[in-house]
């Protein structure tokens, strides 16, 4: 759908939150999770192929540094800002072999202010200037929304009476 008649009007701040609590959703760690937050609020257009990204198994990914940085079975979501840093401290080439380049990608390579090119079907990165965002409110597609919703549910801790002994849910100081 595009984003237009039907689409959810949301903060960008809404969707980074969303993107980032369906990215922990699926076991990504909290820092990579914030830059694809990040990036995915910057550039909304992107959100249909993360859900993509999202859906994927988290491969265990072989890293190369034997000349700049060569990485095989690379997770897109996982792996890029490791790359990004890679390219800004001159290790160069960065390649990552199988990687498509989409939406994600760019959005990822946005943020992080690198290139993100195919070349004989693997992404190779090197710096890049963008100019500055403004991150404002933006069109979502509600069914998006919901499937970003459901990776982010899976970040719920079950309600029962033992979890929330254990500190879970809202306390009788949060009623206020």
């Avoid at 890029?80 to 390219?87: E, T």
């Avoid at 943020?111 to 100019?131: C, F, K, R, T």
């Avoid at 403004?134 to 079950?158: F, H, I, M, N, S």
Wanted: aromatic share 6%; proline share 5%; charged share 15%.
């Amino acid at each position: 759908m595009a984003a237009g008649v039907g689409a959810l009007n949301v903060s960008s701040n809404q969707l980074k939150m969303a993107v980032l609590k369906a990215c922990r959703g699926i076991g990504l760690p909290v820092a990579q999770a914030q830059e694809v937050a990040a990036a995915i609020a910057m550039s909304p257009f992107a959100l249909n192929k993360l859900l993509a990204h999202l859906a994927k198994p988290i491969s265990s990914a072989s890293f190369d540094f034997s000349s700049g940085l060569d990485v095989r079975n690379a997770f897109l979501l996982r792996d890029f800002s490791v790359c990004a840093d890679a390219v800004g401290l001159g290790a160069l080439p960065v390649i990552l072999r199988g990687v498509p380049n989409c939406d994600v990608t760019q959005a990822l390579a946005q943020y992080h202010g690198v290139s993100a090119v195919i070349h004989n079907e693997d992404l190779h990165m090197a710096p890049h200037q963008y100019p500055a965002q403004k991150t404002e409110r933006c069109k979502v597609d509600p069914g998006d929304w919901q499937r970003l919703g459901v990776y982010a549910a899976l970040t719920y801790v079950p309600e029962t009476d033992a979890s929330r002994l254990a500190g879970a849910g809202a306390g009788l100081t949060d009623n206020d």
